[in-house]
Nanobody
Framework: QVQLVESGGGLVQPGGSLRLSCAASGASGSIFSIHDMDWYRQAPGNERELVAAITRGGITNYADSVKGRFTISRDNAKNTVYLQMNSLKPEDTVVYYC??????????????WGQGTLVTVSS
């Protein structure tokens, strides 16, 4: 089974930057291929919303609220997706989740979520 581990959240002042990472790993001996890699975020009481997405070929998509400030990228060799967040605002303070979908020799098609990482933007 493919699992995701996120890192990079924390406390930053308004206008600052953070870089989130999310790495996928599979069971020993399994082979998997990741198609789409996405970042979502969710505030308490709200639905989870898509922040940024990137296809295996590198096509990206962003929520209007983060365009020009956030950049999503991926390293296919490392099965890792990144979210570079610049010019952070207090309203960016939420839990961020990565999601990946793809195919695995062990389980077939999969969609998995990271554990979530809290980003706090405050002075």
């Amino acid at each position: 089974q493919v699992q995701l581990v996120e890192s990079g959240g924390g406390l930053v002042q308004p206008g600052g930057s953070l870089r989130l990472s999310c790495a996928a790993s599979g069971a020993s001996g399994s082979i998997f291929s990741i198609h789409d890699m996405d970042w979502y975020r969710q505030a308490p009481g709200n639905e989870r919303e898509l922040v940024a997405a990137i296809t295996r070929g590198g096509i990206t998509n962003y929520a209007d609220s983060v365009k020009g400030r956030f950049t999503i990228s991926r390293d296919n060799a490392k099965n890792t997706v990144y979210l570079q967040m610049n010019s952070l605002k207090p309203e960016d303070t939420v839990v961020y989740y990565c999601q990946m979908s793809g195919s695995s020799s062990a389980t077939g098609w999969f969609e998995v979520w990271g554990q979530g990482t809290l980003v706090t933007v405050s002075s």
